[in-house]
């Protein structure tokens, strides 16, 4: 994994290794370019080495590449990929670090990738790209971006389980056995403008192995509905507007948060609260939309297993689900509308429904292993599947 600064891309105390003889490839260089202005019409790289045949041996790392300038123009190429492993199942490097601090950049056409090498057995994760505006000292305008380009997602430390989905619960003490993951670990509070997540990248804030609190606001949320966020104990996230869906997956761990904008819709993305959830007014579960609310989450300001919405629906194909931990109470959800649209799915495990209105469609569908409902001053309109196990 390639440590650095993604807002320098220094290279730091942990700088990459180089090995030779055929035990892996080298990892990228490091270059910085500091003038007035910048014509890019070809390529600048600090590309890793791929693993050489016929080892096992993995792709080294991107490397770093720092530009500050007045002007970046041109129609060229930047990048600071992960070398590819050997054909025979050497592990791809991990993407390095692009870092552009520029007062215009509306003439450049050209394209940045910091992506990970691909492999047969593990892919490298995404590095980092991130471009700042400037006027004189000031700064207006921060992004950040990262992109495996749609390599393949990483495998849990237990491969038998599959591809990954939970990182470690949360917490971070011992990440030796993750691969393919962009870990954020340069600082405990990032502020943005445009945080963007694409190509099946997972990132996760590293924030001292969970010892530390870690905070994360982006006023602009951009993805593709394939990247993942992993929000781990002493974390917070804040995203103030995504356009219309909720771009990536996320995950938020035992006391972590997420504040997101009050109305919001998932849709071929899933978001599991086992942490806080914050200013969560009104939930649209969109096609291939999953909800996975636990006993271990709340809503801002409720008790632990109490979540507060004021509308909330399930359209076909959405699903919601709610997981009782042990040693918790039932998952309880307070809410002025709850609708269960035609081909939608709630399926809850000890579960406690408080609405003021609450209608289940034709074909739509509530599986509960345990359920009450609070139905005050409304009325409860049923016209689809409800199936009980006690």
């Known amino acids: 994994m390639y440590y650095g600064d993604y807002r320098t891309s220094t290279v730091g105390p942990y700088k990459n290794l180089i090995t030779r003889s055929g035990l892996g490839g080298q990892g990228g260089g490091a270059i910085k370019i500091m003038t007035r202005h910048l014509i890019l019409d070809g390529h600048l790289s600090a590309d890793g080495e791929d693993g050489p045949p016929p080892s096992t041996a993995g792709g080294g790392s991107g490397g770093s590449i720092w530009i500050d300038c007045e002007e970046l123009d041109g129609y060229g190429t930047i990048s600071a990929k ?13 993407g390095g670090r692009i870092a552009i601090y520029h ?10 990738s910091a992506k990970g090498g691909d492999s047969g057995i593990e892919p490298g994760a995404a590095g980092t790209v991130f471009l700042e505006t400037r006027n004189g000292s000031k700064v207006e305008y ?12 990483p495998w849990a430390v237990n491969k038998l389980q599959g591809r990954l989905r939970h990182l470690m619960k949360g917490i971070y003490s011992d990440t030796r056995y993750i691969g393919a993951v962009t870990w954020l670990h340069e600082a405990d509070n990032y502020t943005l403008d445009e945080f963007h997540l694409h190509g099946n990248s997972h990132v996760a804030l590293y924030g001292n192995a969970s010892r530390e609190n870690v905070t994360l606001y982006a006023h602009t949320l951009r993805g593709d509905r394939s990247g993942v966020l992993h929000i781990g104990r002493l974390q917070s996230v804040v995203f103030k507007f995504v356009d219309l869906y909720f771009p990536i997956n996320t995950l938020v761990y035992f006391n972590a948060s997420l504040e997101v904008p009050r109305r919001l819709s998932l849709r071929e993305v899933y978001m599991e609260i086992n942490g806080t959830l914050a200013d969560s007014d009104d939930y649209t579960i969109d096609r291939d939309g999953k909800l996975f609310l636990w006993s271990g989450g709340n809503s801002l300001g409720e008790e632990l297993g ?5 509308n909330m629906s399930i359209k076909s194909l959405g699903l919601l689900h709610t997981t009782k931990l042990p040693g918790h109470g039932p998952v309880s959800l307070h809410m002025t509308r709850f609708v269960v649209n035609a081909g939608g799915l709630a399926s809850v495990d000890d579960f406690f429904l408080d609405s003021e209105n609450a209608t289940i469609d034709v074909a739509g569908k509530v599986h509960f292993y345990f359920c009450y409902s609070k139905l005050e001053h409304a009325y409860l309109l049923f016209y689809g599947f409800v199936c009980s196990r006690i």
């Open 306 to 310: 109490h979540f507060r919405f004021i």
């Open 142 to 153: 921060r992004v950040l971006k990262i992109n495996n380009y749609g390599l393949a997602y």
């Open 103 to 112: 007062a215009f950049m509306l003439n450049f056409n050209g394209t940045l």
């Open 82 to 94: 992960g070398g590819a492993g050997s054909p025979q199942n050497g592990g791809g490097g991990s």
